[in-house]
């Protein structure tokens, strides 16, 4: 039986925490123990923020252990995965001590605050032995699965081009801090960066325009188009100033040389050009749920995390500084090393 310890009861946090509970209920010999959260009295008894709704909106913790200090949970409990749902510039520090403890670490996105941490983390994991995976949950979301199979088994032939939209309400709280977060372009958008990195592999170059709209935020609006040597036309937007009652929406539409897929609502719609469109059968499971599956399974069959290394977690983020070199510049044409 592994032994979870939960560090974060933010969206996310909880978000992790909804689905932990679902692996056990379903048979999966984990258990999560322990949660830790420097506010946890408080957030014990609220709500929190979020694009996606969790499973509740207060949570009844007692039948876990309950900690405000890491330290405190890690001398007290015997733990085989601590689950980092934390803000992003503590990602790095926290998971190469863990993994030089022994612990398996499931880290949310995006890897770190730079690229350079992320290799560390990365590199921490070879050598330790110990398991690390990001949470960049677009790779286990069914839509994109079914996108990534078109792509890769070419059904439809080559892509041609695509366009790929993520975009909500404002967050709350640290992420507006662009020192902490680093913004929309490395909290929101780095979504759709790696899921073109996944999908095609990194591009060549980048050419970004973007703008910030709040104080101390950085980038909070961002239109990035990407290079590669086939010449397919590839665009990712993002988007995290549409308040009012606009919700939350991630999209894409990627054209292919025989067809096309559209992905908007919770629905791929499928178009081939030699047959009638059609609706695709996709599982109902979040990505959310789907990777933390894979990732404890990885740790009872001992196998090697393929889907998402913290290595290529790592080059996504690299991508996005390339990004915001090129914003920087007003959309100067920025090479990906």
Excluded at 117 to 136: P, V
Excluded at 293 to 315: G, L, M, Q
Aim: with cysteine; glycine share 8%; proline share 4%.
């Amino acid at each position: 039986m592994l032994k979870i310890g939960l560090v974060g009861f933010g969206f996310m946090g909880r978000m992790h925490f909804d689905n932990y509970v679902r692996l056990q209920q379903e048979g999966v010999p984990i258990e999560l123990v322990a949660i830790c959260d420097i506010r946890i009295e408080e957030l014990k008894n609220g709500s929190t923020w979020g694009n996606i709704a969790t499973e509740q909106s207060v949570y009844d913790l007692t039948p876990y252990r309950l900690y405000d200090n890491i330290d405190d949970m890690l001398a007290n409990e015997e733990l085989d995965i601590v689950d980092l749902a934390l803000p992003t510039p503590i990602h790095a520090d926290y998971s190469c001590r863990l993994l030089e403890e022994g612990k398996h670490v499931f880290c949310e996105k995006p890897i770190a605050l730079t690229s350079a941490e992320g290799y560390r983390m990365a590199e921490t994991a070879r050598l330790t032995g110990n398991k690390l995976m990001i949470g960049q949950c677009l790779r286990f979301w069914p839509a994109y699965e079914l996108l990534k199979e078109c792509v890769e088994d070419k059904r439809f032939g080559e892509v041609v081009s695509g366009n790929f939209f993520r975009g909500g309400a404002s967050p709350q709280g640290w992420f507006m801090d662009g020192e902490q977060s680093g913004g929309c372009m490395v909290d929101m958008h780095v979504h759709d960066t790696d899921v073109i990195h996944w999908l095609f592999g990194p591009p060549t170059h980048v050419s970004t325009l973007a703008r910030n709209n709040v104080p101390k935020s950085a980038y909070d609006t961002v239109s990035t188009n990407y290079a590669y040597p086939d010449g397919k036309v590839i665009n990712a937007q993002a988007d995290w100033t549409l308040q009012g009652d606009f919700g939350f929406s991630m999209t894409y539409r990627v054209n292919f040389e025989k067809g096309n897929l559209v992905f908007n609502g919770d629905t791929v719609k499928v178009n081939p050009e030699d047959a009638a469109g059609f609706v695709a059968d996709l599982p109902d499971d979040r990505g959310y749920y789907r990777e933390l599956r894979y990732f404890v399974e990885s740790i009872i069959n001992d196998t090697e995390i393929t889907i998402c290394t913290p290595e290529s977690a790592a080059k996504s983020l690299e991508i996005i500084e390339a990004e915001i070199k090129s914003a920087d510049n007003k959309g100067m044409l920025q090479p990906i090393a």
